[in-house]
């Protein structure tokens, strides 16, 4: 099921932690455009999970070889065996050391060393252990330091106090931090403003130890070019090799690696096949979040990004168009473009159990199930 950013300007803007970004260079010299085409169809099995007590609100994350679909809204966290058989079922709402003092879980993460990450929607962070026992509870730290009447009267695009969360985004964790991308609505400086291309910051990254925030990153090259897509105005990152980071832009077809100051490291990818880039943008703010529901359906545009590390492979999705009755899957391995295959529309890769590859879910909450797709290469 796709996820959908509906949160677009109606969320609540986080006041938080002013931190100067750094000039970034996407240096041209750096593209590398590498194919080696081994996959342009795959075959895809569909697997049902066993019927559990569910909102059918929520996402699947992988395990140590086990599936896992976090319910958003009854805060419960179910486990599944890889072929889809009920195992058992974690945290819930509460206030025990085995619950979640939440009504609505907006992030959920596994951490590489088997801790998880809860969010609440008013960015209330819970750490849990191996045994779903919370360990650590806090307030994202956004480090109030200039009165928001201030800055509602002088924008300053380089402090993080002017972006937020983006609401039902993607979170990447490593083992000591999260990585996320941000938004602007401040009336006088975002997305419908022709200037914000060049000077908003793109990204959040977020310590586990305490939850301080840091903002950081620049849009790409092709978001200055074009005013129009800048209706598409967020990233995808995940967590790469060596520390570093990769990314790519909803309305941009290049791939990014950068380290934690955000230096462009290298920049390679491929366009996906058949999607309609003619885009439009607004400059009336009222407008904005019709206008990009309307164009996330009928336009061409990058929906996510998975980097698997074991593998060595990265999985980025696309949307073609509202004619289209498929989605696009690219697969690259280093910098090469190995695969670009049809896939169910919404499709988006959760992770690897061996011999597959699973996806996201697809919920039909009237028939009261959860579905998933997995495949092999």
């Not at 569910?54 to 994350?61: H, L, T």
């Amino acid at each position: 099921m796709k996820s959908i950013p509906y949160f677009l300007f109606s969320i609540v803007v986080c006041v938080v932690f002013g931190c100067k970004g750094p000039s970034v260079s996407y240096n041209e010299s750096l593209v590398v455009n590498k194919t080696n085409l081994q996959y342009t169809k795959l075959k895809l099995d569909s697997l049902m999970l066993d019927s559990v007590n569910s909102s059918y609100v929520g996402d699947i994350a992988l395990f140590n070889d086990n599936i896992f679909f976090i319910d958003k809204k009854f805060s419960y966290l179910y486990k599944f065996s890889s072929t889809g058989k009920f195992l058992n079922r974690y945290l819930g709402q509460g206030n025990g050391k085995d619950e979640l003092p939440i009504k609505t879980v907006a992030y959920f993460s596994f951490l590489p060393n088997g801790r998880s990450i809860v969010i609440g929607p008013g960015w209330d962070c819970y750490i849990f252990d191996n045994n779903f026992k919370r360990v650590d509870g806090y307030q994202a730290n956004w480090h109030l330091d200039v009165p928001k009447d201030v800055m509602l009267k002088e924008p300053d695009p380089e402090r993080s106090q002017m972006y937020s969360f983006i609401y039902d985004g993607n979170i990447k964790a490593s083992n000591d931090k999260i990585l996320f991308p941000i938004l602007s609505q401040h009336p006088k400086f975002n997305p419908t403003r022709k200037e914000y291309a060049s000077k908003a910051l793109a990204l959040g990254e977020m310590s586990l130890d305490n939850g301080s925030v840091r903002t950081f990153g620049k849009f790409c090259p092709s978001y200055n070019h074009d005013f129009n897509s800048m209706v598409f105005c967020y990233s995808y990152p995940d967590w790469y090799e060596n520390n570093n980071m990769v990314l790519t832009f909803a309305a941009d077809p290049k791939l990014y690696i950068a380290d934690e100051k955000f230096n462009i490291i290298e920049t390679f990818g491929q366009a996906g096949r058949g999607m309609d880039t003619k885009y439009t943008n607004t400059t009336k703010l009222q407008d904005f979040k019709k206008n990009w529901f309307h164009q996330d359906a009928a336009k061409g545009h990058y929906t996510f990004l998975k980097y698997l590390k074991d593998q060595h492979l990265l999985f980025r999705g696309y949307h073609k168009s509202i004619n289209e009755k498929t989605d696009g899957l690219q697969i690259y391995k280093n910098d090469v473009l190995i695969g670009d295959v049809d896939v169910p529309l919404g499709f988006k890769v959760a992770g690897y159990i061996k011999p597959y590859y699973y996806s996201s879910p697809y919920i039909n909450e009237d028939k009261g199930e959860i579905k998933i797709y997995k495949m092999t290469l």
